[in-house]
């Protein structure tokens, strides 16, 4: 499955806690991606990274931020996490920009309580 | 920005039958248009994809087409199965845009034996 990992695959936190995904991958992609995806709303973009250190804000940014500081590591942090951020998150990685194809990784769970 | 509406939500069909899921984008710049499956539990994966400069796309039973000056694009699976049971998602994305490739909200597809 493209070489994508995504840990922790399962998370349950607290309102107001820090917490920090991680999306890793193997195949020397530019362009890496975090959605979120929610019952009724299908995948939205949250962050996107082109490039080491190159971000830039998705649809539904509000509350997150991105770092990217290698090329196989990409990270989303909820700085104080709410509920209305329950849902489940997938990375992905594309060689070129969006009109090449997206390879999602497996996915993590969070759930804000 | 790009919007993109995709019908129906639910579509029941039975085995051997086909099946069509449409969707429409409103950016009349959008030249990528990607096709997902995702089965319950699991990552999205890409079925099929075009580009703005075809008109129709083949791969055994499933076919896209699109419409530019409609602004639609559609979605067609021949000879149903059951493990074609899934949520399907289309997307379209522009090529000046780094980052949005923007989802309609889901069809999930049921074939009964």
């Known amino acids: 499955d493209a070489g994508i990992t995504q840990s922790p695959r399962h998370k349950v936190t607290e309102t107001g806690t820090p917490v920090t995904l991680r999306c890793h991958q193997t195949e020397n992609h530019r362009y890496m991606y975090w959605y979120r995806q929610d019952p009724g709303h299908g995948l939205r973009l949250i962050h996107y990274s082109y490039g080491v250190k190159d971000t830039d804000k998705g649809e539904v940014s509000d509350g997150y931020s991105v770092s990217r500081s290698k090329t196989e590591d990409f990270l989303l942090t909820l700085e104080s996490a709410t509920s209305s951020q329950t849902s489940v998150y997938f990375c992905?990685?594309?060689?070129?920009?969006?009109?090449?194809?997206?390879?999602f990784g497996p996915g993590t769970r969070l759930t804000v309580l | 920005g790009e919007n993109v509406e995709q019908h129906p939500s639910t579509l029941s069909v039975q085995e051997g039958d086909s099946a069509v899921i449409k969707c429409t984008y409103s950016d009349s710049a959008s030249n990528y248009f990607p096709w997902y499956k995702q089965e319950l539990g699991k990552r999205p994966q890409l079925i099929i994809d075009?580009?703005?400069?075809?008109g129709e796309k083949k791969d055994q039973r499933i076919a896209v087409t699109l419409n530019k000056t409609a602004k639609h694009f559609s979605l067609h699976i021949t000879e149903t199965q059951p493990e074609d049971s899934a949520v399907y998602f289309c997307a379209a994305s522009i090529s000046r845009s780094q980052g949005n490739l923007i989802f309609g909200k889901g069809t999930k597809l049921s074939v009964k034996p």
């Open positions: 075009i580009r703005s400069n075809v």
């Open positions: 992905a990685i594309s060689r070129g920009g969006t009109t090449d194809t997206q390879y």
